[in-house]
């Protein structure tokens, strides 16, 4: 009878130190990095070819909003543009006369200059003649100040062009990156405006489990570290895989209400970020656990 109590009392205390290996170090839940793809113009939508849980490659055009106010309003602004720069030839023109004119003044000069020497001119023919080439002086400086106008007026006009073809190119919607459409939140026909959600993506093929671990597992998980992954494979297994600590709060935080029970949730715990590669099996959401390689719960 004695044996079969220590039989008994044995068991028990070996089934104890077994669920114990095999308890998890830490629970958590997987996540990706969602990207919220909004429209960057407003106008209504004209194409908009994508579908939820469709894989994209980053770069590419999915839609497009309606240009056509746009396209009209670069159109009139090279026409403008156009027109102003042409002004600029007619002013140059106009110069060139004027510097003409101005060497004429001034073999006349030269010519007034010699018979004064010899008294057959006067003071005045030689005063009109100063005050024709004063006047030829602020006739090209006023030229070359139109001309500096409407050199400006160009430059303006091709920042206003520079501006629409922008918000031409703004109204592609392009994918920002490669990964899965989680959600899509406008369709076909319907008017979007500037900032409004179009769909959500995110990266599946790498995917991160957030758990959360005591000040005391501390030193068992460390930047770039290997950790055993489980997620639920059926109602009794779990599939294992391996991953690798991505990232470790710098802080301490109260533990989260939807993780640990109530007694356990005054405690601090440091979150942390485990990034495993995903063959599909890992949904954004699923419950996840960890174990670390080196712990005396489990051995590597």
Known sequence: MKRFLL??????????CSNDKNKPDAYGTFEATEVMVSSLATGQILKFDIEEGQVLDSGIMVGCIDTTDLWLKRKQ???????????KDDVISQIAVQEQNRQNVLIEKNRVERLLKDGAATQKQMDDIYASLNLIDKQVASLKIQFGGITSQVGSMAQQIAQLEESIKRSKI?????????????????????????YKVADLSEITLRAYVSGSQLPYIKLGSLIDVAYDKDEKT????????????????FTPKTIQTKEERVNLVYAAKVRIKNDGSMKIGMPGEI????T?????
């Open 77 to 87: 602004a090279v026409e403008t543009r156009d027109a102003t720069a042409s002004r």
């Open 174 to 198: 392009i994918n920002p990156v490669k990964g899965t459409v989680l959600t899509k939140y406008a369709e076909k026909d319907e008017v979007a405006t500037y900032g409004k959600p179009l």
């Open 296 to 300: 005396p719960n489990q051995k590597p």
């Open 238 to 253: 779990n599939t294992h895989i391996r991953g690798v600590v991505s990232w470790v709060s710098p802080s301490a935080e």
């Open 7 to 16: 039989g008994i009392f044995a068991g028990i205390a070996l089934a104890s």
């Open 291 to 294: 174990r670390f390689m080196n």
